[in-house]
């Protein structure tokens, strides 16, 4: 066996590494847009909480609803 068949067979040809990388970042992105599909309608709810802690923060103290305290 000849150096040059050595050395061909020793590394991966770059088009392997090209189509691994296209693999992975396609996983990625599936991964990111389910998630963001999954959890996009939980930001109107997580916000109105956050803005009412902040309200009765500054107006009673701590609580989501002072009434009850």
Known sequence: MSDLSANAMAKPK??????????LLAIVGAKALVTAYTYARFTVDDA??????????????????????
């Not at 770059?14 to 693999?23: G, I, R």
């Not at 009412?52 to 103290?61: A, D, S, T």
Request: charged residues 10%; hydrophobic residues 45%.
């Open 14 to 23: 770059q088009n392997t590494y090209v189509l691994f990388s296209y693999f």
């Open 48 to 69: 109105f909480i956050t803005w009412r802690y902040g309200r009765n923060l500054v107006e009673f103290g701590l609580g989501l609803q002072p009434d009850f305290v």
